[in-house]
C-alpha cells in the first residue's frame, strides 16, 4: 500500500511539473554528448523543464550526460538526464525525452521567451484551423504550449483505423500533405488530402465514434500532436477549450466520411452503367 502511494505521489508530481513547465513544439538541431562523444539529433519540443529529441543514433542513448543548441543570438550547453526513450523499428530512429539538471539564468530566461514565443506563432497558426477560429488568442495559446512536433517521411503511417497506438492523439497538419484512405479497405486509394490547418486522429475522451481512417504522409511532412496526455490534461485545466478542439476534429472527421459516401456512391452509380 506504501509503494503505490509512493507511485501515485511521484505521479502526481510529474503531473505538475508538466503543467508547471509547458512546452512547445520546435524544430532546431541538437548535440547530444555522452562523455567526450557526440550524437545529432534534432528537437521535437522544448520547455524549461527539458526537451523531446529525435535520433537516428544506432549507440546507446540511454546515457546523455549533456546537449548543445543553439537559441536565437545564445548558445546553450547544460547537464540533462534521460527520462524516457521510445525507439521505432520502422524507421529506426529513437525519441528521448530528456530533463535539464540545472539551467544558468541567462539560459532559463532565453528558453522561457523562446518558449513564449513559439507558443504564439502556434496559436496564430492554431486559429487559422476551421473551426478553432473562435477561440480567443489566450485559449490557442493552451493549446500550443501542449504540442510537440513529429516529422515524418512519404509513406509513415500515423493512424490506422482504430488499430494503431497514436489512434488517440490528435495531429494537425503544420507542413506537407497526408493523405486519408479507407482503413476497412484494402484498395490503398486516398479519398482525402490533407494540407496545412487540417485536423485528424481521434480524441481520448470521445468513443461516439470509430476512426475507419487510415492516414498515411504523402510527402515528407511535419505535423503538430497533442498526445493523449497532453488532451487530457487540457480537458481538466481548460474544459472549454479541449471541448472546442474535440468539436472540431470530429467535425473534420465528419466531412471526410461525407466524402468518402460520395466517392462510393459514384463508383457504385459507375459500375451500375
Known amino acids: 500500500m506504501h509503494r503505490v ?13 508538466r503543467r508547471a513547465n509547458p512546452r512547445v513544439a520546435a524544430i532546431f538541431d541538437v548535440d547530444l554528448f555522452d562523455g567526450s ?7 521535437m519540443d522544448i520547455g524549461l523543464g527539458g526537451l523531446c529529441v529525435r535520433t537516428q543514433a544506432v549507440r546507446d542513448t540511454s546515457r546523455v550526460f549533456s546537449v548543445k543548441f543553439r537559441l536565437g543570438m545564445i548558445d546553450v550547453c547544460t547537464a540533462v538526464s534521460t527520462r524516457w526513450i521510445s525507439s521505432n523499428s520502422n524507421t529506426g530512429d529513437s525519441l528521448i525525452g530528456l530533463a535539464f539538471e540545472a539551467l544558468e539564468p541567462p539560459v532559463e530566461v532565453a528558453i522561457w521567451h523562446f518558449v513564449q514565443e513559439r507558443a504564439r506563432a502556434l496559436a496564430s497558426f492554431l486559429l487559422e484551423c476551421d473551426g478553432l477560429s473562435s477561440l480567443s488568442l489566450y485559449d490557442a495559446l493552451q493549446i500550443g504550449l501542449k504540442t510537440t512536433f513529429r516529422e515524418v517521411n512519404a509513406g509513415e503511417i500515423f493512424i490506422d483505423g ?17 493523405a486519408v484512405e479507407d482503413a476497412s479497405s484494402e484498395y490503398q486509394q486516398p479519398f482525402a488530402i490533407l494540407g496545412p490547418n487540417a485536423l485528424f486522429g481521434r480524441t481520448p475522451v470521445d468513443v461516439s465514434f470509430a476512426p475507419i481512417e487510415r492516414a498515411v504522409a504523402a510527402n515528407r511532412s511535419r505535423v503538430l500532436v497533442l498526445a493523449s496526455r497532453n488532451l487530457d490534461d487540457l480537458a481538466s485545466s481548460r474544459p472549454h477549450v479541449a471541448s472546442t478542439l474535440f468539436r472540431a476534429l470530429k467535425h473534420h472527421y465528419m466531412k471526410r466520411v461525407a466524402n468518402l459516401i460520395r466517392s462510393l456512391e459514384k463508383n457504385l452509380q459507375g459500375a451500375r452503367s
Open 5 to 17: 502511494a509512493s507511485n501515485r505521489s511521484q505521479f502526481n508530481r510529474a503531473l505538475e511539473d
Open 37 to 43: 562523444v557526440s550524437l545529432s539529433a534534432r528537437a
Open 162 to 178: 482504430g488499430l494503431s497506438p497514436h489512434c488517440r492523439s490528435v495531429f494537425v497538419v503544420y507542413r506537407g500533405t497526408v
